[in-house]
């Protein structure tokens, strides 16, 4: 994909803010540099890093043979060399062998069992310029941050239709959305949810463990892409342009007494095969050194933006994302598999029968407008939404889907004692 692809229209901006944003594009030297760490990032001595990038800068995805997929298959369990085999183009012609060995290994660990959620969104400010996203800095969106009056409201439309678990999401900015404010918004959430899960801006051991202290179960963090380079490229501006601080959130998370941790890369920023590699060896490693943590893994492609409808994966087709899918299940086969409304319903439905273990429902990417999505009501003051999605159907509409497909919808699984 051209770069250029990805970056937003500039019309509406003011000359200083254009100029700042044609600097930061066009000077790599005036950029921070996004290896070191910046004041008040905690730093962990992991390892788990090297390990990752060690594996994924030395995939070489064309030197596997059919014969390499073909002993994968046969193996009873899925070693790392066979897992790169699977991910690889020779394992295209083997997907039907693929998708059947997945199922197996989903029946086996989680029944005919799917989870259901929905993300609530309550503030799309942010000081973050990373050129693919909707809710960067410079661009031109309606921002909103919900008050704690308005994150209720939201909270009470949502449980009512009987939902039992929410992810809340803000921009990545401390300055409007702060820990005590996600911290206010998780105790919120416990008033009404059985789980309460966090996809925000990386924070530090202790910050993660007062945000479990107020609620907070689990905590999604998107690497967006594992390859250093390509992410410089694409993280122009704010604390998000650091990338080893971002890749130890989840570890960070752990330490602060989260419950369970989710991540992946973003697919089609950069090379699909190798993001996909590094996301399940990020779990891996992660699964190795605590095992008494629930992690899962997500799947997300590039969609449309605000200002922007030309951001689109290429390459990434739903082909490939069934067989990284599938490789995945085989590779972890007691790790969450999550599917978004990034993806349009006959996917969503069809590999929730294979190898997914949780998708959304009722999803709106937009800021306080569950009242209008839910009720049909006429929305009022609304932040824009991050991205496009692509299947819009309701918490109900999605529960009796599954039902009708012999599935058993699942909302809570987690009862605190």
């Known amino acids: 994909m051209a770069e250029n692809q990805f970056f937003i229209d500039s019309d509406k901006l003011s000359k200083e803010a254009l100029e700042k944003k044609h600097r930061l594009e066009t000077d790599p030297l005036g950029r921070t540099n996004h290896m070191e760490y910046m ?211 989840q570890e960070r998370a752990i330490l602060g007494g989260m419950r369970g941790v989710a991540g992946s890369a973003l697919l089609g920023l950069s090379d699909f095969r190798k993001d996909a590699l590094a996301s399940a060896l990020h779990i891996y490693f992660l699964q190795r050194k605590y095992p008494h943590v629930e992690y899962s893994l997500s799947c997300p492609r590039l969609r449309p933006i605000v200002n922007n409808d030309k951001i689109h994966p290429q390459d990434v087709h739903e082909k490939e994302l069934c067989q990284i899918l599938c490789a995945y299940r085989m590779f972890l086969p007691y790790v969450g598999i999550t599917v978004s409304t990034r993806e349009q319903k006959h996917f969503r439905d069809g590999i929730v029968k294979i190898a997914a273990t949780k998708v959304s429902a009722g999803v709106s990417t937009g800021i306080g407008d569950h009242e209008s999505k839910y009720e049909g009501k006429e929305p009022e003051d609304t932040g824009d939404e991050q991205f496009e999605i692509s299947d819009g159907r309701s918490f109900e509409q999605v529960y009796g889907d599954m039902e009708r497909e012999g599935l058993q919808p699942v909302c809570n699984d987690y009862v605190y004692v």
């Open 39 to 249: 004041e008040g990032m905690e730093q962990i001595d992991s390892g788990i890093r090297n390990l990752v990038l060690e594996e994924m800068e030395s995939y070489d995805y064309d030197s596997f043979t059919a014969q390499d997929v073909r002993r994968a298959l046969a193996n009873e369990t899925c070693s790392v060399q066979d897992f790169k085999a699977l991910l690889s183009p020779a394992a295209a012609p083997f997907l039907e062998e693929m998708a059947a060995r997945a199922k197996i290994e989903t029946s086996k660990h989680f029944g005919n069992t799917v989870y259901l959620f929905t993300p609530l969104y309550i503030a799309n400010y942010c000081e973050n310029y990373c050129i693919y996203c909707g809710f960067n800095c410079y661009n031109d969106i309606h921002r909103k941050k919900l008050t704690m009056e308005e994150i209720e409201h939201e909270m009470k439309i949502i449980a009512d239709s009987g939902i039992e678990e929410i992810l809340m999401l803000t921009g990545e900015s401390r300055a409007a959305s702060d820990v005590t404010y996600i911290g206010e918004a998780c105790r919120l959430a416990r008033k009404y949810f059985r789980n309460v899960g966090l996809e925000v801006y990386p924070m530090n051991t202790d910050e993660y463990r007062y945000l479990h202290e107020c609620g907070a179960d689990y905590v999604t963090v998107f690497q967006e892409t594992y390859d250093s380079d390509k992410y410089e490229t694409l993280h122009l501006l704010g604390h998000k342009r650091i990338y080893p601080y971002r890749f130890d959130a």
